[in-house]
Nanobody
């Protein structure tokens, strides 16, 4: 009933930039927050940045000043502008959303994830 579809990953050289996008679709009634997480094989999934419907943003210390999260509420899309990328940013990036959607006449609230997009920073 709910889909989060990421795009924009790829290979970039150190110091370069990428912009990730994540669009939510389905019978969504309300989105409370959206964000980005990343995961390296064998390690836990870590928060990168989140933004709430009221505009509160949160960043991991490792990306502050380099990454910017933004959101288009009408398009139900969240973006992650990543600048000054380095090898430590290499990971699979996952989009997440806390939302309420309509399941028939019932409403359901929960956390949903995209399928992930690979970001590789290498020369």
């Amino acid at each position: 009933q709910v889909q989060l579809v990421e795009s924009g990953g790829g290979l970039v050289q150190p110091g370069g930039s990428l912009r990730l996008s994540c669009a939510a679709s389905g019978r969504i009634a309300r989105i409370y927050a959206m964000g980005w997480y990343r995961q390296v094989p064998g390690e836990q999934r870590d928060l990168v940045a989140t933004t709430t419907s009221t505009g509160i943003k949160n960043y991991a210390d490792s990306v502050k000043g380099r990454f910017t999260i933004s959101r288009d509420a009408v398009k139900k899309t969240v973006y992650l502008q990543m600048n000054s990328l380095n090898a430590e940013d290499t990971a699979v990036y996952y989009c997440s959303a806390r939302l309420t959607y309509m399941d028939g006449i019932d409403s359901r609230t929960g956390d949903y994830w995209g399928q992930g997009t690979q970001v590789t920073v290498s020369s």
